[in-house]
């Protein structure tokens, strides 16, 4: 346990991870929109579809980098890939990063865990395992729990 807690709000974020997205996706567009400008017997319907598809394209690996877990004093908000769900501090029992787990999984007091993907381990493993345990901290200290009750 640290002694030492976060200052809120904190958003964690697969750093480097997103920086490859980002840039992935940036060259993605780039190269077909300037194929489609650079093609002379291309006509103006034409260039504009190659930097629609170029868009389409940048929007893939964008959505995958806009995964973060947002840390405030009244919970926790988990952006994945296709939802968005917000925690009270007093729902989140344990947050776990196992070894060989790909995110952090939000274990919940309805009985069920979420993953986190804004937290995980792929490029930046020491960055992911310091941030699921400033979390980790967070709710433990934040979660008001009657440990002698179990919820069936």
Do not use: C, Y
Request: proline share 5%.
């Amino acid at each position: 346990m640290s002694d030492h807690l976060p200052t809120l709000p904190l958003t964690f974020r697969p750093g480097r991870t997103r920086v490859v997205l980002l840039a992935a996706g940036t060259a993605m567009f780039l190269v077909l929109t300037a194929i489609g400008l650079l093609l002379d017997k291309l006509g103006g319907g034409e260039r504009l579809s190659f930097v629609f598809v170029g868009a389409m394209m940048f929007a893939v690996p964008a959505t995958l980098a806009r995964v973060k877990v947002v840390a405030d004093d009244a919970g926790v908000t988990v952006v994945n890939i296709a939802s968005r769900r917000r925690l009270a501090w007093e729902e989140i029992l344990q947050v776990n990063l196992r070894p060989g787990d790909p995110w952090v999984f939000l274990d919940l007091s309805d009985g069920t865990s979420l993953p986190a993907l804004g937290i995980q381990p792929g490029i930046a493993k020491q960055q992911a395992i310091a941030d699921a345990r400033a979390l980790r901290a967070l709710a433990e200290a934040r979660s008001i729990r009657d440990t002698g009750a179990h919820q069936g």
